[in-house]
């Protein structure tokens, strides 16, 4: 079945530092891939999303790209804010399959010091 | 236009009891879909319903647990006799009508925050 690996948090950065959370999949078919941002006692916000291989989603000075000759969808900012701190889940959905379930990774905790 | 809505947030049920936890998707959505939420674990899918149709329950318990989304009115997740490893965070998503696929993607609520004594 689909599943999604992520880097184990927490990862601690100071303020402006540069931030990488790798997160590769394996999937059966052509999936879509997401990352989603959980700030503490909320529900999940999307943050970017890629739908076929080579597409860069970006948002709020956040990136990844959907690598499929390396199955991975690595989410980098260049600089993070400690308003960043949050955990960040990657998520793949199946294209070619009809099945909408979203698969998760397990979270990376980023926390964020002035 | 207002986002998914969960309630209640939070629910207290002593072990035994009955628990039912609501969603209400965003306007113009009809597909919904429930998610658990394990302390310190990512969200794992448990069902996906369009209204008053059961799509895919391939992430629900065997028992205690069902679901539906009547024709009007919220979706609704119940869990019977609950006990203690039941007590997690329950997340609502939803989406729009159309292509099936990754295209559209999910809009989480704010959860249910379930705990069990």
């Not at chain 1, 948090?9 to 059966?28: D, H, K, Q, R």
């Not at chain 2, 899918?45 to 059961?54: D, R, T």
């Not at chain 2, 679901?67 to 019977?80: D, H, N, T, V, W």
Request: hydrophobic share 30%; net charge neutral; glycine share 10%.
């Amino acid at each position: 079945g689909d599943s999604v690996t992520q880097m184990e948090g927490p990862v601690t950065l100071s303020e402006e530092a540069f931030l990488t959370i790798n997160c590769t999949y394996t999937a059966t078919g052509y999936p879509s891939l997401f990352w989603y941002v959980q700030y503490p006692g909320e529900g999940l916000q999307l943050l970017l999303k890629a739908t076929k291989a080579d597409d860069k989603g970006s948002n709020k000075g956040f990136e990844a790209t959907y690598r499929k000759e390396t199955t991975s969808f690595h989410l980098e900012k260049g600089s993070v804010q400690v308003s960043d701190s949050a955990v960040y889940f990657c998520a793949l959905s199946e294209q070619d399959t009809g099945r909408r379930a979203l698969t998760f990774g397990s979270g990376t905790r980023l926390q964020v010091q002035p | 236009n207002a986002g998914v809505m969960q309630n209640p947030r939070h629910l207290v049920r002593r072990r035994g009891q009955e628990a039912r936890l609501r969603c209400s998707p965003m306007k113009g959505h009809s597909h919904v879909y429930w998610y658990r939420q394990l302390p310190e674990e990512g969200l794992k899918f448990m069902v996906y319903l369009q209204k008053e149709n059961i799509i895919d329950e391939s992430g629900m318990p065997k028992e205690r647990f069902s679901a539906e989304f009547p024709k009007e009115g919220p979706s609704i997740l119940r869990i019977q006799q609950v006990v203690r490893g039941d007590s997690a965070a329950y997340f609502c998503a939803s989406s729009p009508p159309g292509l099936a696929g990754g295209q559209y993607e999910q809009y989480f609520g704010p959860g249910t925050r379930l705990t069990v004594t």
